[in-house]
């Protein structure tokens, strides 16, 4: 069965300072990689995919099959970017997906 | 607008009764999904449809049920409510379509039984 660990569950930085939310899968084939965010009071969204290589709100995530890691980044941390983050792998016909337990973010002015 | 709507948000409710969380995506998806999550943990996939008259259950067992009636309509049934099954209910669809397997929640559902 396909696993997902984020460690942390809570990562408080400063305003401006880099943040890294990691995430480790374990999926020996061609996995799905995303990270859903979920504000308060907001439902959960998606943010980014691994497949895309695309940057969302500043956010950047790699896909590294060597460490099966999928670290989610950010330079410069924003007050806005507080939220629970989380990390998820799917695979092509699957039937769900495989959520991480979350990161909450805190970020500190 | 499309969207995934849940109702109700917020359920209190006495131990055996019989409870419906409703479910219903406006997004044209056919796949449509049921996760239950706890404060602070991880999403557990309780029951999944492909489409009309299929569901499955998920990788935690549940005592609730679902029914797949219509494309739209996803509902999940407790036939007797325990304290054991006070928990956030999410409702999820997604399209079936490439590789993507991005999927699209609704606002939740938080039950409590007393």
């Known amino acids: 069965a396909q696993r997902v660990t984020q460690p942390e569950k809570l990562l408080s930085v400063f305003k401006g300072a880099p943040v890294e939310l990691k995430c480790n899968y374990s999926y020996s084939g061609s996995p799905e990689l995303f990270w859903y965010v979920q504000y308060s009071r907001q439902r959960l969204q998606l943010l980014l995919r691994h497949i895309s290589r695309e940057s969302i709100k500043g956010f950047t995530a790699d896909l590294n099959k060597g460490e099966t890691s999928f670290h989610l980044k950010k330079p410069f941390a924003q007050e806005e970017d507080s939220a629970m983050y989380y990390c998820a792998s799917g695979d092509m016909g699957r039937r769900a997906l495989t959520f991480g337990s979350g990161t909450r973010l805190q970020v500190q002015p | 607008e499309a969207d995934i709507y849940q109702t109700p948000r917020y359920l209190v409710i006495g131990t055996g009764k019989k409870i419906t969380l409703e479910c219903s995506q406006t997004m044209g998806h056919d796949k449509m999904y049921w996760y239950q999550q706890d404060p602070g943990m991880e999403l557990h996939l309780i029951h999944y449809?492909?489409?009309?008259?299929?569901?499955e259950k998920g990788d935690l067992s549940s005592e609730s049920t679902v029914s797949r009636i219509r494309t739209e309509h996803f509902p999940l049934t407790l036939e007797s409510a325990r304290p054991s099954h006070t928990s956030q209910y999410l409702c999820?669809?997604?399209?079936?379509?490439?590789?993507?397997?991005?999927?699209?929640f609704g606002p939740g559902t938080r039950l409590t039984v007393l």
């Open positions: 449809s492909y489409g009309v008259n299929s569901t």
């Open positions: 999820a669809s997604s399209r079936t379509s490439g590789s993507y397997n991005e999927q699209f």
